[in-house]
């Protein structure tokens, strides 16, 4: 019988804290479509400030967030942006920025680091005499930290060099900062100084965070007044939201300094995993808190039954294919859960029992 669960597919996991329901049981509201919510209010003007942006709007999710940039950035169907082909926009949003927007998408490899080559990126945008044939190129996507590549940080350094590419050409560039703020506590960058470049960014409160619900877009104010507009035209507006607010306030004031202590654990998880005999994983990759690991071909043991063997043991983990495994860490996986999680893994390799204990 599992009496302990140590879930570990992602940080959207977590559960609200005592304090994310009292604020949410005390918030005061209004109706925000109406742009009459003060706590909604309160959480998009913070969350502006924190980025050295001039304004922000919450929306119900990073997915919608990003659809909303794209779509301001590139107003007229038959654009294009450029962005990376293992990207979050590119891969995980429905292909949305082409089915709602007619915006066409412009892949560029990315590196295992999470960039694309500044060069193959000016080579993508289109030539303005060839507009008969071409697409309008308008806008560059970054997404930092950068999931698929295993919670790799963009540098502020290379993320300057975007912006300059994207202002030579007149450009717009958006970050998707699902994690941004992993990647600032990482970098040990002020998150404003990373983003300083960007003309937009989705800033996610529900992962690394630990919020309930919800993602704050942040940029110019005329930007966020065509957002505004676009979210309710997605059927984003909600209202008294401020309910939920109030908790995504909260966990930006608690949870921030907890991030630094994920990506310790994570690290320390990411060593113990690539001592067991059967599994590989390239620690020096893990800089955030995300860690993929393969299954080693010469290994006895299916992905398969490994994962049925940590479900059993109360320990969750996100199959990625035939052979290879994420992990994500959170503010509620503690050092505890890091080392039961450990054993039931050599347990799983070596057969050695472990005791399902809390």
């Not at 506590?185 to 998150?191: T, Y």
């Not at 505890?336 to 050599?346: A, G, N, P």
């Amino acid at each position: 019988m599992v009496t302990r669960t140590v879930d570990l597919r992602s940080d959207t996991v977590t559960k609200p804290t005592e304090a994310m329901r009292a604020a949410m049981a005390t918030a005061e509201v209004d109706d925000d479509v109406l742009g009459a919510d003060p706590t909604a209010f309160q959480l998009e003007s913070e969350v502006g400030r924190i980025m050295g942006k001039e304004a922000g709007l919450f929306v119900p999710s990073g997915t919608m967030g990003n659809l909303i940039s794209v779509l301001v950035h590139c107003d007229i169907r038959g654009s294009e942006v450029i962005l990376g082909d293992d990207s979050h926009i590119h891969i995980y949003e429905n292909g949305g920025i082409s089915t709602i927007g007619g915006v066409h998408p412009r892949p560029v490899k990315n590196n295992e680091d999470g960039t694309m080559d500044i060069n193959l990126i000016e080579a993508a945008i289109r030539d303005p005499r060839g507009e008969l044939v071409y697409p309008t190129t308008r806008l560059i996507c970054l997404e930092n930290s950068h999931a698929n590549t295993g919670g790799r940080c963009l540098s502020m350094e290379y993320i300057d060099r975007v912006g300059e590419l994207a202002k030579k050409h007149g450009l717009k560039l958006h970050i998707d900062g699902a994690r941004i703020f992993n990647a600032s506590v990482a970098l040990g960058i002020p998150v404003h100084r990373l983003v300083q470049a960007a003309d937009s960014v989705s800033v996610c409160l529900s992962k690394g965070l630990g919020a309930p619900v919800g993602s704050v877009i942040v940029g110019s104010k005329s930007f966020i007044t065509k957002a505004r507009r676009l979210r309710k035209t997605l059927g984003g507006g909600m209202r008294q939201v401020g309910f939920i607010c109030a908790a995504a306030f909260v966990a930006l004031q608690e949870n921030l300094g907890k991030l630094e202590g994920d990506h310790k654990k994570a690290k320390v998880l990411a060593e113990g995993l690539n001592q067991i005999k059967g599994l590989r994983v390239n620690v020096a990759a893990v800089e955030t808190n995300i860690i993929y690991f393969d299954i080693v071909e010469e290994s006895k043991i299916t992905a398969e039954k490994l994962y049925k063997n940590l479900v059993e043991h109360g320990v969750l983990v996100m199959p990625e294919g035939p052979s290879r495994m994420r992990i994500v860490l959170h503010h509620q996986i503690s050092s505890s859960d890091v080392q039961y999680t450990l054993s039931c893994f050599q347990q799983a390799f070596t057969g050695v029992q472990v005791e399902n204990e809390n």
